[in-house]
């Protein structure tokens, strides 16, 4: 796993993006799109020329499906993840799930980086890695997601020639993954027939994330969850300290009972805790 793990990531470096064919059974991606098949049916049509039109969208997907998880918490893909996000954080944190569905006749959707949500610094520094997973194969006639090699690395460049822009052709089962920094867009439908994916993406532990988990999961929900799969979705401090309830780790709103007067703990890196340590020693007299 380490080997393809290595290659994957350093693929996702020098291009932007990768894909790992056969990273899932394509029997567990149909049992998934057969949980979100009433989803599907049942959601209106997007508004906006971001989301698109002709394009149905919905989130939430660990509530929705049981199936969920084995994208989310798939073990190559968040060691690629970590390899590219944690030299600026000390956890990932799951950004969104989505479903989208272009249907027949939908243009092509706007050229963008995703990581243009958040108004820090650009170019030094990875925001978010995102993961496609098709449902129905990708084509490039049938809105298969566009990508621009390489455009992660010069990224005042807002728009290239379409004609760079490479269409993975993807079976169910694969994982196409690509940076924040990367210039994509959904492939405008040309077929007879809706092209149906799912979008994972994790970003900075310490970033607000797009999709805002913790309420789309709230406690009464991520209590069913796995320890690991609360963590990914907010219920953990970003050290030191961030993102707690009453000055504690938000995983405490998981168990049975709350205690209505909680005492703030710490939660500090090694490193914070060393240089706290040895402030309070040089002043002890
Ligand atoms: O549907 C796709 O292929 C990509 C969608 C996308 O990039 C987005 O909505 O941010
Ligand atoms: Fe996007």
Same mark, same amino acid.
């Given at each position: ?14 291009? $932007? ?42 989130g939430?997907?660990?509530r929705?499906?049981s ?7 798939h073990?190559p ?10 030299p600026?954080c ?10 989208v569905?272009?249907?027949p006749?939908?243009p092509?959707q706007?050229?963008?980086? /995703?990581? /243009? ?16 997973? =098709?449902?129905d =194969? ?11 090699? $390489?455009?992660?690395?010069?990224? /005042? ?15 169910p $089962? ?43 999961? =709230?406690?009464?929900?991520a ?6 799969l609360a ?15 009453? $000055?504690?780790?938000?995983?405490i709103?998981?168990?049975e ?24 020693a /040089?002043?002890?007299?």
């Amino acid at each position: 796993m380490s080997v393809a793990v290595d290659i994957a990531a350093g693929d996702l470096s020098r291009d $932007g993006l990768c894909v790992l064919r056969g990273a899932l059974d394509p029997a567990a991606i149909g049992a998934l799109a057969a949980d979100l098949a009433p989803s599907f049916a049942l959601t209106p049509m997007c508004r906006g020329v971001f989301y698109g039109h002709r394009t149905r969208r919905f989130g939430a997907l660990l509530r929705r499906s049981s199936h969920a998880e084995a994208l989310v918490r798939h073990p190559p893909v968040l060691a690629i993840v970590e390899r590219m996000l944690l030299p600026w954080c000390e956890r990932i944190a799951l950004n969104l799930t989505q479903a989208v569905e272009i249907h027949p006749g939908a243009p092509a959707q706007l050229p963008h980086r /995703d990581q /243009d949500m958040w108004a820090g610094p650009k170019g030094s520094m990875e925001y978010l890695v995102n993961v496609m997973w =098709p449902i129905d =194969p990708f084509t490039r006639s049938n809105g298969g997601t566009r990508l621009w090699p $390489g455009s992660h690395v010069d990224q /005042d460049v807002a728009e290239l020639p379409e004609d760079d822009a490479v269409v993975p052709g993807l079976a169910p $089962g694969d994982a196409l993954l690509f940076l924040g920094s990367t210039l994509h867009g959904g492939g405008g439908n040309l077929s007879g027939a809706p092209r149906r994916g799912v979008i994972v993406s994790y970003c900075l532990g310490w970033l607000k994330p797009f999709e805002l988990q913790w309420l789309v999961y =709230p406690p009464a929900i991520a209590r069913h969850f796995s320890p690991e799969l609360a963590a990914l979705v907010g219920y953990a401090q970003h050290r030191p300290n961030l993102g707690n309830v009453e $000055g504690q780790c938000p995983s405490i709103l998981l168990g049975e009972s709350v205690p209505e007067y909680l005492g703030a703990i710490d939660a500090l890196r090694p490193d914070q805790e060393a240089q706290a340590a040895a402030f309070l020693a /040089d002043r002890r007299d």
